[in-house]
């Protein structure tokens, strides 16, 4: 044999044997511009836990960008362009979930030093304070029960930098929430801890943290403010599904720790999550 010809057989085969043995992939649907949750460069601490959980399935990570969380499960996981997404509500009706590795909740969020009483939506205080919530949310439909909707409006359009929501998605900056509330320009910010825990951490002004309770509307309709969160594989992929189901009965103390360094204070998931309706925003 051409000795050239063996050497390129050779070659070959190795590249063969190499790409046999390699680590599967994980993909995992991750945006690129989304903290705290995700970034191009990893900086997220969904990030973060997608990496231990590849670790721990023996499994290489690819993140599959996108930008627009309202179409990524038809035009991501639907479409096997990847295989998993984080920070899911527990029992959203487009995936099949595992069993939640946190819960948390939206809270109220004060000023340390003024330390208003701020428990529920009928707090006192509600009714003249500067508020700030973060549009499409369980908030925003309390802001509007308590009548304070309108002379809000203007800074809540702010936090999207004024851009209207009509047929598109509109990401709302709640690092500049957490910032406004410690410089005085609001004087009470409601949001999802996880959404903003980091944002409060890092605060030079001390804040004050305080859990919304679930409330009602005037209808009698519940306003859930407290949820499970999951990761979500494509409805059918059992197999995966069992896989990290697995991997995170062990991961578990894992997780706990990243998001302890978040600033994120879990709460215990519930055994029968109630999840919202697909879709509401998390930010």
Same mark, same amino acid.
Do not use: H
């Given at each position: 044999?051409?000795?050239?010809?063996?050497?390129?057989?050779?070659?070959?085969?190795?590249?063969?044997?190499?790409?046999?043995?390699?680590?599967?992939?994980?993909? =995992?649907?991750?945006?690129?511009?989304?903290?705290?949750?995700?970034?191009?460069?990893?900086?997220?601490?969904?990030?973060?836990?997608?990496?231990?959980?590849?670790?721990?399935?023996?499994?290489?990570?690819? #993140?599959?960008?996108?930008?627009?969380?309202?179409?990524?499960?038809?035009?991501?996981?639907?479409?096997?362009?990847?295989? =998993?997404?984080?920070?899911?509500?527990?029992?959203?009706?487009?995936?099949?979930?595992?069993?939640? @590795? @946190?819960?948390?909740?939206?809270?109220?969020?004060? #000023?340390?030093?003024?330390?208003?009483?701020?428990?529920?939506?009928?707090?006192?205080?509600?009714?003249?304070?500067?508020?700030?919530?973060?549009?499409?949310?369980?908030?925003?439909?309390?802001?509007?029960?308590?009548?304070?909707?309108?002379?809000?409006?203007?800074?809540?359009?702010?936090? !999207?930098?004024? #851009?209207?929501?009509?047929?598109?998605?509109?990401?709302?900056?709640?690092?500049?929430?957490?910032?406004?509330?410690?410089?005085?320009?609001?004087?009470?910010?409601?949001?999802?801890? %996880?959404?903003?825990?980091?944002?409060?951490?890092?605060?030079?002004?001390?804040?004050?943290?305080?859990?919304?309770?679930?409330?009602?509307?005037?209808?009698?309709?519940? =306003?859930?403010?407290?949820?499970? +969160?999951?990761?979500?594989?494509?409805?059918?992929?059992?197999?995966?599904? &069992?896989?990290?189901? +697995?991997?995170?009965? #062990?991961?578990?103390?894992?997780?706990?720790?990243?998001? !302890? &360094?978040?600033?994120?204070?879990?709460?215990? %998931?519930?055994?029968?999550?109630?999840?919202?309706?697909?879709? =509401?925003?998390?930010?």
């Amino acid at each position: 044999m051409d000795p050239m010809r063996f050497i390129s057989v050779a070659a070959a085969l190795l590249l063969a044997a190499a790409a046999a043995t390699a680590a599967p992939t994980l993909r =995992v649907c991750a945006a690129d511009d989304d903290l705290p949750y995700s970034t191009a460069t990893g900086a997220g601490f969904e990030d973060r836990l997608a990496a231990q959980l590849g670790a721990a399935l023996g499994m290489a990570v690819e #993140r599959v960008p996108f930008a627009d969380p309202r179409y990524i499960v038809r035009d991501g996981i639907d479409k096997d362009m990847c295989d =998993v997404m984080l920070g899911v509500d527990s029992g959203d009706p487009r995936l099949q979930t595992t069993s939640p @590795y @946190y819960r948390s909740s939206y809270v109220f969020l004060t #000023r340390a030093k003024d330390a208003p009483d701020v428990r529920d939506w009928n707090s006192e205080v509600l009714k003249t304070a500067k508020l700030g919530v973060i549009p499409g949310t369980p908030a925003e439909t309390m802001l509007r029960q308590i009548g304070r909707y309108s002379d809000s409006f203007s800074y809540l359009m702010s936090l !999207g930098g004024n #851009r209207a929501m009509r047929n598109r998605f509109v990401r709302y900056d709640v690092e500049k929430l957490v910032r406004d509330l410690a410089e005085g320009r609001i004087d009470v910010a409601v949001a999802w801890a %996880p959404a903003v825990a980091r944002y409060v951490k890092a605060s030079k002004e001390p804040l004050r943290s305080v859990v919304v309770p679930e409330a009602r509307r005037s209808d009698g309709e519940r =306003v859930i403010f407290s949820y499970d +969160t999951s990761i979500g594989v494509k409805k059918g992929n059992t197999l995966l599904l &069992s896989q990290i189901e +697995t991997a995170m009965a #062990r991961l578990q103390p894992v997780f706990d720790q990243v998001l !302890g &360094s978040e600033g994120i204070t879990a709460l215990t %998931p519930q055994t029968a999550p109630m999840a919202a309706a697909a879709g =509401v925003v998390r930010q």
